[in-house]
């Protein structure tokens, strides 16, 4: 049984940073595209950032230069460095995976929630202008 659970969402000032955990169980860093979405108050879902076992990574063109996606396979824990926050960042994270590599799941930077089967409950992040 899959397991992925998020932590380290909070409230930050503009300008500031965070960082987000997701912690797998059950599913090998082997063969896996996973990653994070996020969705804020009255908007679509969005992809942010993913990564795969090869170590290929895709961003969002809103986050590019600004978030960092890394993979610590002993830990199988996903992280999400944020930096430069915006108050158009504020949104609920969540953290999805599936098996196989990421050009599956996603065009250029933008991946496909709809291919994802397996998702945390997600982490809220709170950018004050």
């Known amino acids: 049984q899959v397991q992925l659970v998020e932590s380290g969402g909070g409230s930050v000032q503009a300008g500031g940073s965070l960082r987000l955990s997701c912690s797998a169980s059950?599913?090998?860093?082997?063969?896996?595209?996973i990653g994070w979405f996020r969705q804020g108050s009255e908007k679509e879902r969005e992809g942010v950032a993913h990564?795969?076992?090869?170590?290929?990574?895709r961003y969002a063109n809103s986050v590019k230069d600004r978030f960092t996606v890394s993979l610590d396979n002993a830990k199988n824990t996903l992280y999400l460095e944020m930096s430069s926050l915006r108050p158009e960042d504020t949104a609920t994270y969540f953290c999805?995976?599936?098996?196989?590599?990421?050009?599956?799941?996603?065009?250029?930077?933008?991946?496909?929630?709809?291919?994802?089967?397996?998702w945390g409950q997600g982490t809220q992040v709170n950018v004050s202008s």
């Open positions: 990564i795969d076992s090869s170590g290929d990574t």
């Open positions: 059950g599913i090998s860093f082997s063969n896996i595209c």
């Open positions: 999805a995976a599936d098996f196989g590599l990421c050009k599956g799941f996603c065009r250029g930077g933008v991946c496909y929630g709809s291919y994802f089967g397996h």
